[in-house]
């Protein structure tokens, strides 16, 4: 599989000082680790009907999703004194698709668990997925958000400091779709155009709106996942109390996610569960931003975007 890979259109980061590569497979840029994986699903994996998959590019708000979706699933074994959340990071609590196969192969065979991430675009999916009406649930975010959290997300990774990742040329080869599994527009468009023609299985969250009205989007998602909350439940407050475990606030001030690591034993892709919880905070683009990038990215998401329903 590696050998296959590398036979691929290979882009180098140049900002990143070529420390990453990203290869092309089926229109979309991935990593090579988690793109061997990828295709390794493609060719092998078994969708159960009652799977639900949070999909998203990465830097959209994945690990909110995660926990969020994790917390709603498990309340009922669980409180915020006990949940798992407290002591492992949100996307080890879920495993990913492309990455942690066996993991969701042993949750079929040993239990009823659900949930299973990925970053993978809808046309790349496994077809066992789209064939057995599996339901997925999809994050976007501000594309321009997203750019600056993939900027630091990838120098950390490559462990640069800023002042040597200009960030004008990560911004240009994001817009050019060079960024991990981008194309960002293609990634979001794939996911848009399978709900017109299958509302009843995808939902669509915005990270924004879930920022701005927390309760309606959990309300929303626990129905969509099937574990709607009892009208007992929410006099109870149990929505807010799932949101406050899973606020930005909480997560990034735990022990295990400010000092432990993700993937640790995966040399490559090794990083420190903190760079998942940078700032998280909405425009925070303005601080990088010129005007020129402003009216180029603006321009970019008129022409990729105008068609949908949908504002980025
Ligand atoms: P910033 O880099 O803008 O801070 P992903 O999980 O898809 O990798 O996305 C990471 C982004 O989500 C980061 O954005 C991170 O700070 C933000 N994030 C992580 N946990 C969050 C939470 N509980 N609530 C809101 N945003 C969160």
């Known amino acids: 599989m ?4 590398k036979t691929f259109p290979q882009h180098k980061c140049n900002w990143l000082k070529g420390r990453f590569a990203f290869y092309k497979y089926q229109e979309f840029w991935n990593i090579q680790e988690f793109l061997e994986g990828g ?11 009652s799977d639900v ?3 998203s590019a990465p830097k959209t708000g994945t690990t909110w999703l995660k926990a969020l979706a994790f917390a709603i699933l498990t ?5 915020e004194s006990t949940s798992p959340l407290l002591k492992t990071m949100p996307n080890e609590c879920i495993p990913l698709l492309e990455k942690d196969l066996e993991q969701v192969e042993d949750n079929h065979k040993n239990s009823c668990f659900p949930l299973v991430g990925t970053h993978l675009p809808y046309s790349s999916l496994p077809e066992s997925i789209l064939t057995s009406n599996c339901k997925i649930v ?3 975010r501000n594309i321009k958000d997203v750019i600056v959290s993939h900027y630091h997300f990838l120098r950390e990774a490559a462990k640069l400091p800023m002042e040597d990742a200009p960030f004008e040329e990560a911004f240009d080869e994001f817009c050019e779709g060079k960024s991990w599994c981008g194309p960002y527009w293609d990634h979001i468009l794939g996911y848009w155009k399978a709900r017109l023609e299958r509302p009843e299985i995808i939902l669509f969250l915005k990270y924004e709106d879930m920022r701005k009205d927390p309760t309606s989007n959990v309300k929303r998602l626990a129905e969509f996942i099937g574990y709607p909350f009892t009208i007992e439940e929410e006099k109870a407050g149990v929505i807010e109390s799932i949101i406050k475990m899973c606020s930005f606030e909480n997560l990034s001030n735990l022990e295990v996610n400010k000092y432990g690591k993700h993937r640790a034993k995966e040399s490559n892709i090794a990083i420190e569960n903190r760079h998942f919880f940078r700032k998280a905070k909405d425009g925070d683009w303005e601080n990088y931003f010129t005007n020129e990038m402003i009216e180029n990215v603006d321009k970019l998401i008129d022409q990729k975007l105008s068609a949908t329903d949908l504002v980025l």
């Open 75 to 79: 309340r009922h074994q669980y409180d």
């Open 138 to 140: 999809y994050i976007y």
């Open 39 to 49: 295709i390794l699903a493609q060719q092998s994996f078994k969708a159960r009907p």
């Open 2 to 5: 590696e050998k296959m890979v």
């Open 53 to 55: 998959f949070l999909c």
